[in-house]
């Protein structure tokens, strides 16, 4: 599932790549204190195969509105599916489809710089580069990784920066502009299910690595003087595969008072954790100083609350959930709270904050982050 970066028919509008081979828009519509999701469009890719990724082409701020809004699409039988959305008709109309992979395209992304350019990975080991225009023949195929690539993500701060991942455990940093030697190779000892770009800090790069829990790297030697990237921070949930990890969008400085006293740990909400403990087990979370970067787990849904800290803890503190959730349903939406969805945000973002979500197999759980990295 991913947010489409601009609004299309006055509504945010989330993409949903399927098991059924369908790829849906789901619009987001508010009411006084609640949103809900409602079906926008839907996109049937294939007969017998299985949606396995997508990416809209709206990564990078400052798309000009004479662009046009793309999704790109991979299944599991080794095929892109280029797709264009309208705000007018049917919504999601197919422009091209072909085979890009001998077997699961597990992945694929825009070059959010160029955006008639596409990047996959598939379970045959390969990496490969795709003009849209002209899809018959890949502009680039690499073999450096060693097994599937199943994680791709192009920078929306810097042209020609790429980033990627394989079940083969590494992440790899390329100059886009040469293909045939990455900038930077990280082991990461789990292979790597999501990369995000961090959406206000550039050099930042999170890494859902399965059994090697999740990873922020810090990429910024790599890039300017390509030396190796350096850990920020890292957690190992035990017994689970962390699939997913994702930063939020929301800007922390225009957060309303109460929700910031809550990331803050203030004590006048010390007692939230026992109102919501039916849901959430347990409050406790690794809360220490990483020299200097700290971590506090926000809220957990539906598992065990046991995390291993990599980076050097100092001891156990009490963290508060973020939101309230209720057996009925969880209430995701302050009142008040805005989204940064352009590049004025930067100037007011409190940017030592940021907030991370992870969810992870075995457990079941969703976790939600608060990272200070001040």
């Not at 509008?13 to 469009?41: C, H, K, M, W």
């Not at 699409?73 to 705000?87: A, P």
């Not at 160029?114 to 795709?130: A, C, H, N």
């Not at 940064?340 to 907030?355: K, N, P, Q, R, V």
Request: aromatic share 8%.
């Amino acid at each position: 599932m991913k947010w489409c970066h601009i609004r299309v028919a006055g509504h945010a509008l989330l993409g949903v790549a399927d098991a059924g081979g369908s790829i849906e828009l789901l619009r987001l519509v508010g009411s006084e204190n609640t949103y809900t999701l409602q079906p926008f469009s839907s996109f049937a890719l294939e007969k017998q195969c299985l949606a396995l990724s997508l990416d809209w082409s709206t990564g990078k701020a400052g798309r000009t509105c004479d662009q046009p809004l793309k999704i790109i699409s991979s299944d599991s039988r080794g095929q892109l599916h280029l797709l264009k959305v309208t705000e007018a008709g049917p919504g999601l109309q197919g422009v091209a489809t072909w085979q890009a992979h001998h077997f699961e395209a597990w992945i694929a992304a825009f070059n959010y710089w160029q955006t008639e350019i596409v990047y996959s990975g598939g379970d045959d080991g390969l990496l490969k580069g795709w003009d849209t225009r002209t899809p018959d023949t890949s502009i680039f195929s690499s073999k450096r990784h060693s097994m599937g690539v199943c994680s791709i993500q192009s920078s929306p701060h810097r042209e020609d920066l790429l980033a990627t991942g394989s079940y083969d455990e590494h992440v790899l940093l390329w100059d886009t502009r040469n293909m045939r030697q990455p900038l930077a190779d990280m082991a990461v000892q789990g292979g790597v299910w999501r990369l995000r770009w961090h959406p206000f800090h550039r050099h930042l790069l999170l890494a859902a690595c399965m059994h090697g829990g999740f990873r922020i790297f810090n990429c910024e030697k790599a890039i300017e003087k390509q030396e190796a990237c350096t850990v920020s921070a890292s957690y190992t949930l035990p017994d689970s595969l962390v699939y997913g990890a994702d930063w939020s969008w929301l800007n922390f400085h225009l957060l309303p008072q109460t929700q910031q006293s809550l990331l803050l740990g203030s004590s006048a909400y010390s007692n939230l954790g026992a109102r919501t403990a039916d849901v959430v087990h347990n409050r406790k979370a690794v809360g220490q100083s990483l020299e200097p970067p700290s971590f506090d787990r926000l809220a957990d849904h539906d598992g065990d609350s046991r995390a291993k800290l990599h980076s050097g803890g100092k001891g156990w503190t009490s963290v508060h959930p973020l939101t309230e959730d209720t057996k009925s349903g969880s209430r995701l939406h302050t009142p008040g709270t805005k989204i940064c969805d352009s590049d004025s945000c930067l100037e007011t973002a409190h940017l030592d904050i940021s907030l991370l979500a992870t969810c992870s197999f075995y457990n079941h759980v969703l976790h939600l982050w608060k990272w200070d990295n001040s």
